[in-house]
C-alpha cells in the first residue's frame, strides 16, 4: 500500500470525507418512526436506530470502556469520551484518534447493544461508510448474551462485516465457534472503488438452520449451521486500531478515522 496505489486510496477518501453527509432515502420522512422507515417484504422491522436525534441513544446503546483494548494485542483505548462516539447529520460516528489516553496511543469506541437489544434469528442491518489505512480494523459483529454452551468461542461469534483498512476494498464475514476454535468465513471484493468512499450496506440474514452474508443486494456468503447459533446475540460495533490481525499503523495511515452508520435495523420473518 506504499505505491500508487496507496496514493490514489488516500487520494478518493479525503475527497469522500470532505463530502461526508448521512442524508436518509427519501421515502424516510421521520425515520424516528418505525412506520416511516422503509419496509422489506417478507420482514418485519423489531429494532431500530436511525441516528436522527442530537445524541446517542443510551435507551438503545453502551459504551463499552475498555482500557485493554479488545484482545489481539490492539493498540487502541475504547472510550465514552464524545469524541470518540457522537451523531453528526444523521450518523452515528465512531472516531479513531491518535492521542496518548492512560497509557494508550491511540483512543476510539466500541458500543454495544448488550442488555438493551438482542436476537435470535431475523435479518440484521446496518449502513456505514468504513475508514481505512494500515492498522484500521472496523467491525459489526455479534456476540452471545449467556455463554449458554461455555466461553469464548463455544458460545459463538457472528461477524457481520469487518474489513483490514489496507484492503479498504475488501471485507469479511466470519462465524467462529467450537473447542478447539473453528472458523468459517467468506470474502467481498467491491467492483469499483473503496468501502471508504461512500455507504454500504452490510447484512446477515439468520435462521435455524443457516446464516447468510450480504453487501448491498448481493448475498456473497453463505453457510448451513445450528447451535451455538440458536441463541441470542447482541450487537456491536466498533473501530479497532492495530492487533495481531491488521498489525499496526505506520506512516500511510492518517488520523482521525471514522465509521459512520447511518442506521442499524433489525427485522424478523413474517410468519
Known sequence: MRTQGAIALIVVCLLSLSFFS???????????????????????????????????????????????????????????????????????????????????????????TQGKGDWTYGRVEVRAMLPYGQGLWPAIWMMPTDSYYGGWPLSGEIDIMEMLGQQANKIYGTLHFGQPQQMRQGTYVLPGGYFSASFHTFAIEWDSTSISWFVDSTMYYKTYITQPFDKRFFLILNVAVGGNWPGSPDYTTYFPQKMAVDYVRVYRKKS
Open 22 to 112: 448521512c442524508k436518509k432515502a427519501d421515502s424516510v420522512v421521520n425515520p424516528l418512526d418505525s412506520t416511516n422507515v422503509p419496509s422489506l417484504p417478507g420482514w418485519e422491522l423489531v429494532w431500530h436506530d436511525e441516528f436522527d436525534s442530537s445524541g446517542i441513544d443510551l435507551s438503545k446503546w453502551n459504551f463499552e470502556v475498555n482500557g485493554n483494548g479488545g484482545g489481539n494485542n490492539e493498540l487502541q483505548y475504547y472510550t465514552a469520551n464524545p469524541q470518540n462516539a457522537y451523531v453528526d447529520s444523521g450518523c452515528l460516528v465512531i472516531q479513531a484518534l491518535a492521542q496518548s489516553y492512560l497509557g494508550k496511543d491511540y483512543t476510539s469506541a466500541r458500543m454495544t
